[in-house]
């Protein structure tokens, strides 16, 4: 079989791509690994922004659909210190650029806006290859092979589509995190409850920290992170919770009971998982046929930017698209003359995130990032 657009991943990028084509009345496939849209949580908050994430939803005429899925309050924000202790907060005064949402609600707006047939569910691209012309087949897990005049790479940090790209591959950042969940928080888990707020929390120090957010239904998701090898957590049986639990929260004695309550409390298993990146500033040459998108193309530690980026580069790809309708190379050369800078400029701002959040002097370093004021003596 041959198609025009063929997208790998029906992650928020890949779908943003598919839709805007689809207000354009460009036709598209997705192949989806997962076997139906309901196979996995996707995943928790994501504050949608109003520089990119936004842009791209407007592109894809979906903003009021979004708007009905923000969560009030979600954007306030606080730091404290591993005594418990409120450094700073800000009120979510419904004024800011950086509404929450639940990312399955709003993978799931964008899943509804397609015509059905659009997704191909159950389909796990295992290879890619270049047939000349601009045209490349993908063949999938179970022999399946799909032809394609345009390929797209939505296929995230291990893509299956970047080889033919380029030979970069993820490298571990050095740290991990551990996901946790205390549900019914308020009820079942009140001191937490009350240490986290109504929005997110943040305690920061150069090799731990807890980072925190309320998410819909008094629920709290809690990331752990750790600055460790990954042969330090291969020594962590994670398959046994209880003690994985026990050896995660041994790395945070001392801290306030509230704060270690996120850990030691929860409702869910701990589930480990190791944070990659791309190298900064990560690009190619121009190879007809195909492109990448999101976490394909740019890869980085999260900053809270991956989502919202990966909405942008397939909005921005899709007008790309339907501005050239002629001149495929056209529309890739535009987008990929503008995503790499702003992917660029985008990892640039993880770095210095990331130095702020390690700082010896962490959480009062990322206090001063954010407010401009250094401590007085």
């Excluded at 969940?181 to 937490?192: G, K, S």
């Excluded at 919770?241 to 026990?246: G, P």
């Excluded at 480990?272 to 990146?277: E, G, M, T, V």
């Excluded at 050369?333 to 990331?354: G, I």
């Amino acid at each position: 079989m041959t198609t025009d657009v063929t997208i790998i991943g029906a992650g928020l990028g890949g779908l943003t791509l598919a839709r805007v084509l689809h207000v354009h009345g460009i036709p598209a496939t997705v192949y989806e690994a997962e076997p139906s849209p309901a196979a996995r949580a996707q995943g928790g908050m994501l504050d949608i922004h109003d520089y990119n994430g936004q842009l791209a939803l407007e592109a894809a005429d979906l903003l009021g659909e979004f708007r009905g899925l923000v969560l009030e309050g979600r954007q306030a924000m606080r730091i404290l210190d591993r005594n418990g202790t409120v450094l700073l907060e800000k009120a979510d005064d419904g004024t800011g650029g950086r509404p929450e949402v639940q990312r399955g609600e709003l993978r799931q707006i964008l899943l509804d806006s397609l015509p059905a047939g659009t997704v191909r569910w159950g389909h796990k691209a295992g290879s890619a290859r270049t047939l000349g012309d601009g045209r490349h087949e993908v063949t999938f897990a179970d022999g399946g092979t799909v032809v394609t005049n345009l390929l797209v790479g939505a296929d995230g940090a291990w893509s299956r589509v970047r080889p033919l790209l380029s030979a970069a591959t993820p490298e571990y950042t050095g740290k991990s995190v551990v996901d946790t969940y205390l549900f019914d928080a308020d009820t079942r888990h009140p001191a937490a409850a009350k240490a986290v707020g109504g929005g997110s929390m943040i305690v920061p120090t150069p090799d731990r920290e807890i980072f925190a957010h309320r998410e819909k239904g008094d629920t709290l998701h809690a990331y752990i992170g750790l600055a460790e090898p990954q042969d330090w957590f291969a020594a962590i049986d994670f398959t046994d919770a209880a003690a994985a639990t026990a050896r995660i929260a041994k790395e945070f004695d001392g801290w306030a009971p509230e704060l270690t309550a996120l850990i030691t409390d929860s409702d869910i298993p701990p589930v480990l998982r190791p944070l990659y990146a791309l190298p900064a500033g990560h690009r190619w040459d121009r190879v007809p046929g195909v492109t990448l998108l999101g976490d394909a193309a740019h890869l980085s530690a999260p900053n809270g930017e991956g989502a919202n980026l990966a909405m942008l580069d397939g909005a921005e790809l899709g007008k790309a698209l339907a501005a050239h309708p002629d001149d495929t190379e056209a529309a890739l050369t535009e987008y990929e003359q503008a995503m790499f800078p702003r992917s660029a400029a985008a990892a640039v701002e993880e770095l210095q995130l990331h130095d702020f959040l390690s700082d010896h002097d962490a959480p009062h370093s990322l206090i001063t990032a954010l407010t401009g004021d250094e401590r007085t003596p």
